[in-house]
């Protein structure tokens, strides 16, 4: 798993990170084209083999689908892991779509990148609670290498409004791998 991966290497080199992460964009994009929100989008659901990537355990997805009369979320528990856990799914919101699973993938990608995920305490409520105060930590503090379009990506990825995230998988992947060559393409092209 990613997770023995991360527990062994603790830093990934940006470049594979950005990989795995555009590997596990495919089959979330196909997950959410069917409505289907996998919830729980964190290093030990994601197995490494080889060059492929695989995304495992739709079970909390599974498991809230076929409960028709919402016991799961409408008793006000949170249903997933809370290091990974968007901050509508961390308030066991009724409300949860695609930009959940955006934000958690975004929470494993910056873990790759720097080491530890955005937000870290204590305990379980002290992780949860940290991401309605304060923004995560910039990349760039534990990695002066990240590259501006993977800080912005995983930056709008990692916004607490869902409004304010990218609305697509597909959108935050694309954003991920933007090179510099293209971006100074188009800024020659707007002079």
């Known amino acids: 798993s990613l997770r023995a991966r991360l527990d062994r290497v603790k830093q990934m080199p940006i470049d594979e990170a950005i990989r795995i992460t555009q590997q596990i964009v495919e089959p979330m994009a196909y997950a959410h084209s069917r409505g289907i929100v996998h919830r729980d989008i964190k290093p030990a659901n994601i197995l490494i083999a080889g060059e492929d990537v695989y995304v495992l355990d739709f079970g909390i997805a599974r498991a809230i689908m076929a409960?028709?009369?919402?016991?799961?979320?409408?008793?006000?528990?949170?249903?997933?892991?809370?290091?990974?856990?968007?901050?509508?799914?961390?308030?066991?919101?009724?409300?949860?779509?695609?930009?959940?699973?955006?934000?958690?993938?975004?929470?494993?990608?910056?873990?790759?990148?720097?080491?530890?995920?955005?937000?870290?305490?204590?305990?379980?409520?002290?992780?949860?609670?940290?991401?309605?105060?304060?923004?995560?930590p910039p990349l760039r503090e534990?990695?002066?290498?990240?590259?501006?379009?993977?800080?912005?990506?995983?930056?709008?990825?990692?916004?607490?409004?869902?409004?304010?995230?990218?609305?697509?998988?597909?959108?935050?992947?694309?954003?991920l791998v933007e090179s510099p060559s293209n971006l100074a393409a188009q800024a020659h092209v707007e002079h």
């Not at 409960?67 to 949860?96: F, K, W």
């Not at 958690?104 to 002290?126: D, H, K, N, R």
């Not at 995983?154 to 694309?174: S, Y």
């Open 67 to 136: 409960s028709a009369d919402d016991r799961l979320t409408s008793t006000g528990i949170a249903v997933g892991t809370p290091a990974y856990m968007s901050p509508e799914q961390a308030l066991a919101g009724d409300d949860i779509d695609a930009r959940s699973d955006i934000y958690s993938l975004a929470c494993v990608t910056y873990e790759m990148i720097s080491g530890i995920p955005p937000f870290v305490g204590a305990t379980a409520q002290a992780v949860m609670a940290r991401r309605f105060v304060a923004p995560p």
């Open 142 to 175: 534990t990695r002066e290498q990240v590259p501006d379009a993977v800080e912005r990506a995983i930056a709008k990825a990692l916004c607490k409004a869902p409004a304010d995230r990218w609305q697509r998988v597909e959108d935050f992947g694309r954003a």
